[in-house]
């Protein structure tokens, strides 16, 4: 095989896996146009279309079908031969990653340390990012959301424990306005909003009762993008939002912040690692992956899993339509 047919082989299976020439270039560092000039230069010289292109999609021709299914096993054991000589080497390098600001606060930055004690040749460049952009297209190695949010081409590994979302507020809000005894009866209540950078839409509260899960509209004066500017409002007595409970226990433990409405909120799954589907994942990556987990989940840590597999049974749960506060 040329050194040109090896690259170009590379190339086809990249933008195979991903279903995508932007997202594939992204992985392999060049241009989309580039990447579209290889593949076509790959398939003259073979004879054949690999790929049907639309201005929307990228789907395998039967013929690339086939191809992929043959150059696969061959790259994957190229990488292996070539991870096996490495065996010795730490992992180094840049790994950059994305995640929501409270996943970093409450999930990462218990882990930093160890993770730079362990691997200090790897360059974490964490990234707070609140939207739900396409990672490969902006450079990102892997990213954190919850399991909802994960694109169904990404291959996702749960690197949290359940979470649970309860509605909170002052006692000196709940003294002057009462306690609310229903979801319903938020109607008549004040209630800080939430709504996502970017999106143009406010967050709707989710609870559920016996097995139901439903949405609410709630109304305030106060919507905010911030969840710790919520979470300070509802502190001040500015009215009622809701938080994630393990992130506030210094809050509810002191009185400073009530408990509302437990019964009607269940836990949920919490939040996922993601990466581009790849024949050879970088070691930097594998390496943060495991002490994440580790350090998050302890025995509990669940391993790699493809998100066509597991996430559609979690996107099931209405509880789940929604974009959880701060995630």
Same mark, same amino acid.
Request: net charge negative.
């Given at each position: 095989?040329?050194?040109?047919?090896?690259?170009?082989?590379?190339?086809?299976?990249?933008?195979? =896996?991903?279903?995508?020439?932007?997202?594939?270039?992204?992985?392999?560092? +060049?241009?989309?146009?580039?990447?579209?000039?290889?593949?076509?230069?790959?398939? #003259?010289?073979?004879?054949?279309?690999?790929?049907?292109?639309?201005?929307?999609?990228?789907?395998?021709?039967?013929?690339?079908?086939?191809?992929?299914?043959?150059?696969?096993?061959?790259?994957?054991?190229?990488?292996?031969?070539?991870?096996?000589?490495?065996?010795?080497?730490?992992?180094?390098?840049?790994?950059?990653?994305?995640?929501?600001?409270?996943?970093?606060?409450?999930?990462?930055?218990?882990?930093?340390?160890?993770?730079?004690?362990?691997?200090?040749?790897?360059?974490?460049?964490?990234?707070?990012?609140?939207?739900?952009?396409?990672?490969?297209? /902006?450079?990102? @190695?892997?990213?954190?959301?919850?399991? =909802?949010?994960?694109?169904?081409?990404?291959?996702?590994?749960?690197?949290?424990?359940?979470?649970?979302?309860?509605?909170?507020?002052?006692? @000196?809000?709940?003294?002057?306005?009462?306690?609310?005894?229903?979801?319903?009866?938020?109607?008549?209540? /004040?209630?800080?909003?939430? /709504?996502?950078?970017?999106?143009?839409?406010?967050?709707?509260? =989710?609870?559920?009762? @016996?097995?139901?899960?439903?949405?609410?509209? +709630?109304?305030?004066?106060?919507?905010?993008?911030?969840?710790? +500017?919520?979470?300070?409002?509802?502190?001040?007595?500015?009215?009622?939002?809701?938080?994630?409970?393990?992130?506030?226990?210094?809050?509810? =433990?002191?009185?400073?912040?009530?408990?509302?409405?437990? @019964?009607?909120?269940?836990?949920?799954?919490?939040?996922?690692?993601?990466?581009?589907?790849?024949?050879?994942?970088?070691?930097?990556?594998?390496?943060?992956?495991?002490? +994440?987990?580790?350090?998050?989940?302890?025995?509990?840590?669940?391993?790699?899993?493809?998100?066509? #597999?597991?996430?559609?049974?979690?996107?099931? #749960?209405?509880?789940?339509?929604?974009?959880?506060?701060?995630?």
């Amino acid at each position: 095989m040329r050194g040109s047919d090896f690259a170009d082989a590379r190339a086809f299976v990249s933008v195979a =896996e991903q279903g995508s020439f932007a997202r594939a270039a992204g992985t392999l560092a +060049v241009s989309p146009s580039a990447l579209s000039q290889t593949i076509r230069g790959f398939e #003259e010289r073979l004879g054949v279309r690999l790929f049907n292109r639309t201005t929307r999609s990228t789907h395998l021709t039967d013929a690339g079908a086939r191809l992929l299914l043959r150059m696969q096993p061959l790259l994957a054991e190229f990488d292996a031969a070539l991870e096996e000589a490495s065996g010795n080497r730490k992992p180094s390098g840049t790994l950059r990653v994305c995640a929501p600001q409270m996943a970093i606060i409450h999930l990462l930055q218990p882990m930093l340390g160890i993770f730079q004690e362990q691997y200090p040749d790897v360059v974490l460049d964490l990234t707070s990012d609140e939207s739900l952009g396409d990672i490969v297209a /902006r450079g990102f @190695d892997a990213g954190i959301r919850l399991g =909802e949010h994960v694109d169904q081409d990404m291959v996702a590994v749960r690197v949290g424990p359940d979470l649970r979302q309860i509605a909170i507020a002052s006692p @000196d809000y709940l003294q002057k306005h009462g306690v609310p005894q229903s979801p319903q009866d938020l109607h008549e209540h /004040r209630c800080i909003n939430w /709504r996502r950078t970017g999106q143009t839409s406010v967050y709707n509260w =989710e609870f559920a009762r @016996d097995g139901q899960w439903f949405d609410l509209s +709630v109304k305030g004066t106060l919507i905010v993008n911030d969840c710790a +500017v919520a979470l300070q409002a509802a502190l001040d007595g500015l009215g009622i939002t809701v938080w994630t409970e393990d992130w506030m226990k210094p809050q509810l =433990e002191s009185g400073r912040l009530v408990p509302l409405l437990r @019964d009607w909120s269940p836990p949920f799954p919490g939040f996922f690692l993601y990466h581009p589907s790849r024949t050879r994942m970088p070691s930097a990556l594998r390496a943060f992956i495991d002490v +994440v987990k580790s350090v998050s989940m302890g025995a509990d840590a669940a391993g790699p899993v493809l998100p066509s #597999e597991l996430l559609p049974s979690v996107q099931r #749960e209405p509880a789940l339509a929604g974009s959880k506060v701060g995630a």
